[in-house]
């Protein structure tokens, strides 16, 4: 079955800190990867996004994702996070023929000023 | 660009009334649309997906005679939870997207509160 699963429920950093949150994904062919942020009374927006090519993708605000294909992993990575940053993160995955995309379970950060 | 426009953002509604909630894509043309709930401190649990001019996808679970989808145009899906009870109050999120290889677009939710 396809799933997207995140390890970390809730992450606290102090600014400054470097940022790594886990994100893997079971589909049976080809995956687009996305990571979503939904910072307090939001919407979900786009961080990143993953469709082929170069697996090291970066997107706004400083994040980037590496997709690691041997993995299953698409982590997302900032190396130095701002108390701005302090929002619920969502990874997100739909298989290349269509489909409806799946969301992990979403890590909250909180970075402490 | 790609916005998504969800309204109203939030209802307060006695029990058994039905509620209508509009998601409109603003400045590009949606040939999708999909509707979310999201509950406290929980993931987006997809309820359905829908097409213009067709019916929509319901995901296993969701009853589609009590949450009615409607994608009459290319920018325009509704959803309308019907005699609604206390536990259908909760957060509810449509997006949309141009096409299948495109990143979904999210409105701003919309916050339904049965009494």
């Known amino acids: 079955a396809q799933s997207v699963s995140q390890h970390n429920h809730h992450v606290i950093l102090s600014e400054a800190a470097s940022l790594e949150l886990g994100c893997n994904y079971s589909?049976?062919?080809?995956?687009?990867l996305f990571w979503y942020v939904q910072y307090p009374g939001q919407h979900l927006q786009l961080l990143l996004k993953y469709f082929s090519g170069d697996p090291l993708v970066k997107g706004i605000k400083g994040f980037e994702a590496e997709f690691i294909k041997s993995k299953f992993s698409f982590n997302l990575r900032k190396p130095s996070v701002q108390w701005s940053d302090t929002a619920e993160y969502f990874c997100?995955?739909?298989?290349?023929?269509?489909?409806?995309?799946?969301f992990g379970q979403g890590t909250e950060l909180s970075v402490k000023p | 660009g790609a916005v998504v426009s969800q309204h109203p953002s939030r209802v307060i509604c006695k029990s058994g009334t039905s509620v209508k909630i509009e998601c409109r894509s603003l400045d590009f043309q949606a040939t999708t649309m999909f509707w979310y709930r999201q509950f406290p401190k929980k993931s987006l649990m997809l309820m359905a997906t829908s097409n213009e001019g067709s019916k929509a996808t319901y995901e296993q679970g969701v009853e589609k005679d009590k949450f009615l989808i409607n994608h009459a145009s290319l920018t325009l899906s509704t959803l309308t939870v019907t005699s609604a009870h206390p536990e259908d109050s909760s957060f509810y999120i449509c997006s949309a997207r141009t096409g299948m290889d495109q990143p979904q677009h999210f409105g701003d939710g919309t916050r339904l509160s049965i009494l």
């Open positions: 589909y049976g062919g080809t995956v687009n």
């Open positions: 997100a995955g739909v298989g290349n023929q269509g489909g409806k995309l799946i």
